[in-house]
């Protein structure tokens, strides 16, 4: 009885953590999908103002750091339009030009504030 009441235990505990991880993947791999920039710019008028997620390509050419207010400024492109974005954070380690990101934040004025870089930005598996 002993015995069956251990491998009862450790099937409860496996199951529960199987579902944790499960849990968390689908979370950090979140389905909602993001726009390309010509999918934003079509749309414009009707995403002023909401959050939204924006993937493309990092432009050459159009990154520019200002330093007097700790805002970035490039433009995000998929080969049919461009669209430029500021952010202000913690810029991703593997960041580059010539990458492609997924940003989260608002169309506002014709600009995209950014608020944050998605889970997905940089992933290779997920692009």
């Known amino acids: 009885m ?16 199987g579902l944790g991880i499960g849990a968390f993947w689908m979370f950090s791999h979140s389905t ?20 939204v997620l924006l993937a493309g390509e990092v432009m050459p050419g159009s990154l520019q750091w200002d330093k007097s207010s ?9 080969g049919a339009d461009r669209q430029p974005v500021t952010f202000k954070g913690v810029v ?23 608020q944050r870089f998605s889970n997905r930005s940089l992933c290779n598996v997920c692009h």
């Open 32 to 51: 909602e999908p993001s726009l390309s920039v010509s999918q934003l710019k079509s749309r414009a008028s009707s995403l002023d103002g909401q959050s």
């Open 2 to 17: 002993k015995k069956r009441k251990k491998w009862l235990r450790i099937t409860i505990v496996t199951v529960v953590v």
């Open 92 to 114: 991703p380690d593997k960041f580059r030009v010539g990458t492609r990101v997924t940003v989260e934040g608002q169309l506002r004025d014709g600009y995209f504030e950014a």
């Open 70 to 78: 700790q805002t970035m400024h490039f433009d995000l492109g998929d």
